[in-house]
């Protein structure tokens, strides 16, 4: 099978599910929707097949133009660790780090004194340094949107998780070089039941172990009685990785880095060349 952009067949199995990847997938670089692609998936939705984003945002973060889509009745958000009804925005299931977990991760990472920020309900909570980081470093930009629409100042982290029931899906800290990044790693490895993922060259990630978006998928197929094998999945970045492996057919966007491209089936066009849409109408038909 040619996994080049110059595929052209058709699959003779019939698909139940699409997980499509957000950043780098089913958005444009500048974050907008293809208007041909959004039609494409409705026409699919109405023959049948669920329409399910996948992506490292919180619910809060996943465009309203995405969330409008008709077909996507469940979006999983936070890397896996929430997968959520678009209409009602209740939980289906979660996999985030239990309450002693959440506070155990802040406390240590304060120790360290990097700049970090919490997600849980849905948003991403920071306090004021990191908030006024955001700022200087994003404002007027389209990630700057994304962020601003996402999170929310707090005075103290430690005000969400004492004295309540609340839950981190993510501890997201912002770490000075790769060296400051093991520093904080070394320092929070005593804790149980977590796991990392690094992000760029100074990003770090902290979630409950054994939580990604492969997992979140599988337990999705298994409440709506799909098989794996019923899945295209589409994804460009190594948090995609896991859930591209479950799935019956990995598309790698032509902008994917190098290790998504190595394993999926097939690779289509970048995300700004209708790569999904493509893909779609060679496996599908339109």
Known sequence: MDKTTNYMYNVPMKYKLIGLDLDGTLLRSDKSLDKSTVGLLEELSKKGIHIVPITGRPLSGVPQAVREIDGVDYIISNNGSKTVDNKTGANIFSL?????????????????????????????????????????????????????????????????????????????IICKDEADRERIKKHTDKISDIQYCMLADRFLEITKAGTDKGTALQMLCKHLEIGLSEVIAFGDGENDLQFLQKAGTAVAMGNAVDCVKDMADIITYTNDNKGVEKALKDLIGD
């Open 96 to 172: 985030a780090m239990t309450n002693e977990q959440s506070r155990e991760v802040i406390t240590e990472v304060k120790k360290t004194g990097a700049m970090l920020e919490v997600f849980t309900n849905h948003y991403g909570y920071c306090e004021k340094n990191v908030f006024e980081h955001y700022k200087d470093v994003y404002a007027g930009t389209v990630i700057g949107d994304y962020i601003f629409s996402s999170r929310k100042e707090i005075d103290s982290l430690d005000i969400l998780f004492d004295n309540t029931g609340n839950e981190a899906d993510e501890v997201f």
